[in-house]
């Protein structure tokens, strides 16, 4: 048995995910860059588990901004495309 189960998101929260999405990517490589610089992430030329840690968050916190983004953008598409009336039926 199959079932097809949809949401539809409003406009308002499909830009919300976007810019949340967007937001991540702004931020994100910013921090990482900070925590390369940063005094603490090397050891002898060595990363260190502060490096470490901190790597696996962005690399987590990119991951997750991108769903959330991509999200947003296909509920905005989808809502663009149940507010277009029927060519067929003109409803």
Do not use: C
Not at 3 to 21: D, E, I, P, T
Not at 62 to 84: E, N, Q, Y
Request: glycine residues 10%.
């Amino acid at each position: 048995m199959e079932y097809s189960v949809g949401v539809m998101l409003s406009r308002r929260w499909s830009a919300f995910l976007v810019l949340v999405g967007v937001w991540t990517w702004v931020i994100w490589p910013r921090f990482g860059l900070a925590i390369w610089n940063d005094d603490r992430s090397f050891a002898d030329g060595a990363p260190t588990p502060f490096l470490w840690v901190h790597a696996v968050l962005i690399v987590a916190s990119l991951a997750i901004g991108t769903t959330v983004g991509v999200l947003g953008v296909r509920g905005r598409r989808a809502a663009r495309a149940s507010a277009k009336p029927d060519r067929v039926t003109g409803s």
